[in-house]
C-alpha cells in the first residue's frame, strides 16, 4: 500500500492508511522507549533536500532515517549546493534520486513536491511546499490527537493564527475531515481566512466549521487548540505583517478559559504566540509529546516506504 509511494498530499490517504501509519507510529515509540531503534533501513538512504529552513522536520526525519539504521544526504541550505550555479529542481531531483532510496524535499513553491516526484525514480516525501501542504505534519498531529483522546470523532478543534498561508493548517484541516463528527473553528483575522477553496470543500465533506476573528467566544468548547505563527515570509508588505502578528497570544489566562481535558499544540516554531509562563501546564504538548511524535511518525512512513 506505502512501498515505493511518494507522499505529497493528506488527499493521498484513506481512514485504512492513516489507521496504518498510526499503528506503526506507536510501534515506533515502544521501540525507541525499548532499544533506541533497529536496523530494518540498513543500506538504505534518504536525502532531505531542503530549500527553505527547518529544524523539527529536517531533524525528526534525519533522527528517523537514522534511528531506523538508514544513511543520510542532509542538504539544507540548499544554496551551498549546485542550485546556487542554476541548477534546475528537476535536475537537483534526479541526481538524489540516483544515490539514495527516498528523497524529502522542502520548498518555496506549491506544487514542487508533485514536480519532485516527476523528476525521482525514487519515493519523494513532501515536507512542505510553500504554502500548500505539510502531509508528515499533519500525519504527526493526527497521532498527536488521537493518542491523547483516543477517539478523533466528536472533538472540536480550534485552529489559530494564519488560516491563509499556514500548511500544516491546510493538511490538517482535510485530514481531520475524514473524521465524522468532528468540529472545526477558524480564528484569524479577515486577510488571513483560509483560502476560498479550501473552506468549500471542507464545507462540502459536510464538516461543522466556523470562521472568525475573535478567540475568547472559542475556547470554552475547545479540545484541541492549534495555535500557528503568522507566516512572516509569505509577506510582501512587512507593515501589513506587523500590525497583525501579535493579534493572538495564548498566556495562562487563555488557558484559565479552557478545559482541563484540551491540549495545546503548535507545529513551532512560534514567534510570540504562545508565552512560555504556560509551557509547564500540563495541556501544553508542543515541547514534548507533539514533537516526540513528529519523529516516530516518520520513522514509521520510511519503514512503509522503504520495506515491504
Ligand atoms: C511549520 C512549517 O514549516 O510549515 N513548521 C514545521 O514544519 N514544524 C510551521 C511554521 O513554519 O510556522
Given amino acids: ?28 515509540r515502544t521501540l525507541v522507549a525499548k532499544k533506541g531503534g533497529s536496523d530494518i533501513l540498513k543500506g538504505k538512504i534518504m536525502t532531505a533536500l531542503f530549500y527553505e529552513p527547518s529544524s523539527r522536520t529536517f531533524g525528526s526525519f534525519i533522527t528517523a532515517m537514522q534511528r531506523l539504521g538508514g544513511g543520510i ?54 515536507a512542505g511546499d510553500g504554502v500548500g501542504e505539510h502531509p508528515t505534519q499533519a ?10 483522546f483516543h477517539a478523533v470523532s466528536g472533538l472540536t478543534v480550534t485552529m489559530v493564527g494564519d488560516m491563509l498561508n499556514g500548511r500544516t493548517i491546510h493538511s490538517l484541516s482535510k485530514l481531520l475531515s475524514l473524521y465524522p463528527g468532528i468540529r472545526m473553528h477558524f480564528v484569524s483575522p479577515e486577510i488571513l481566512k483560509l483560502p476560498a477553496g479550501l473552506s ?21 468548547s475547545t479540545d484541541v487548540l492549534y495555535v500557528t505563527r503568522v507566516q512572516k515570509e509569505r509577506f510582501t508588505d512587512l507593515d501589513v505583517y506587523d500590525k497583525i502578528k501579535t493579534k493572538y497570544i495564548i498566556s495562562r489566562k487563555t488557558l484559565e478559559k479552557m478545559k482541563k481535558s484540551a491540549i ?39 519503514k512503509l516506504l522503504l520495506t515491504a
Avoid at 500525519?139 to 491523547?148: K, S, V
Avoid at 468549500?200 to 470554552?220: H, P, S, T, Y
Fill in 73 to 126: 544526504i542532509p542538504l539544507q541550505g540548499v544554496t551551498y549546493s549546485s542550485v546556487s550555479k542554476g541548477e534546475t529542481l528537476h535536475d537537483t531531483v534526479q541526481t538524489f534520486s540516483q544515490y539514495s532510496d527516498v528523497v524529502v524535499i522542502r520548498h518555496p513553491e506549491v506544487g514542487a513536491a508533485a514536480v519532485a516526484a516527476q523528476a525521482s525514480t525514487k519515493p519523494v516525501i513532501n
Fill in 200 to 220: 468549500a470543500d471542507l464545507k462540502k465533506r459536510g464538516i461543522a466549521l466556523r470562521e472568525e476573528e475573535e478567540l475568547d467566544g472559542m475556547l470554552k
Fill in 264 to 302: 495545546v499544540m503548535h507545529p513551532l516554531p512560534r514567534v510570540g504566540e504562545i508565552l512560555p509562563e504556560i509551557d509547564e501546564d500540563p495541556r501544553a504538548v508542543y515541547l514534548r509529546e507533539q514533537m516526540r511524535n513528529g519523529m516516530f511518525v516518520r520513522m514509521a512512513l520510511l
Fill in 139 to 148: 500525519l504527526l498531529d493526527f497521532f498527536t490527537i488521537q493518542h491523547h
Fill in 1 to 28: 500500500m506505502f512501498k515505493h509511494h511518494d507522499i505529497l498530499t493528506v488527499d493521498q490517504f484513506s481512514l485504512a492508511d492513516i489507521r496504518t501509519i498510526v499503528t506503526e507510529a506507536e510501534k515506533m
